[in-house]
């Protein structure tokens, strides 16, 4: 899959790509490239939502989504993924930087909330009809989660009828690996009751790079009292929440963490909640 998103990575320039005509011309780019992996079958591409860009001038940020069917040899599976381009009449790239603040654009862009965004499901502290919603991607292993996470669940739990607070789990198991068990095991602590767990493993010792689940397991249990087995973080329920957790991430375009959208829009400050409880 790797190799087929680098045909989207490269810039192109080139008059012959006559993209102001319309989203179908970049709809047959991405086909192009895609098609050069013979390897890949494509079953659609499409232009999921096209969004303006702030501050920018003649650039448009296009969402692609695309489904593929991959051929190994004799086995086959498919696949779904989405990507933004940012497009500008004959131009192409997938990478867009201001240059004077040196943010990459697509921190700034706010595609449309899934309309299930706010399910009681993620609903983790404060009222569901409190005046300010705010929607967290986060990973409790990410040192800037550990540092900003635990005062936002703070100020939510001393502010439930100002702020509710919509928990997403990101892990970034690329980083530190020992993550993915850890948001399994959050998950099962909710479904019992116990959503202090979350917090707790905020704060918890442990080594990021860690792989082995039963030690982390073992690590969880001796530092917290919260015993978790395989077969409960590996539950179907379980399965089933972190891939939406991580389809929404992707559908937001959401890529680090921490990330949180405060009534709906992103916000970068990630200290707007502050401003809700003055």
Known sequence: MLSMLRFLTILIIGSSLAFGAGDGD?????????AQNKGVKIIEVKVAEKLPIPGVKGWSAYVMEAKLELKRGKESRKIGFETILFVSKNLITTELVDRKTGRDIRSVLQPKLPEDIYSKSHL???NEDAEHKLILFSDPLCPFCRMYVPGLMKAVKEHPKKLALYYYHLPLSAIHPA???LVRVMEVA???GEKSLVEKLYSIDIDPQLKDEKKILEIVEKKTGFKATPSEIHDKRVEKVILHDRITARKLLVTGTPTIFADGKKDIT???Y?????
């Open 124 to 126: 983790l502290y404060g």
């Open 190 to 192: 909710k479904a019992r």
């Open 26 to 34: 970049v709809i047959d780019f991405v086909k192009k490239k895609l």
């Open 270 to 272: 990630r200290e707007k």
């Open 179 to 181: 993550s993915d068990t």
């Open 274 to 278: 502050k401003s809700f409880i003055k």
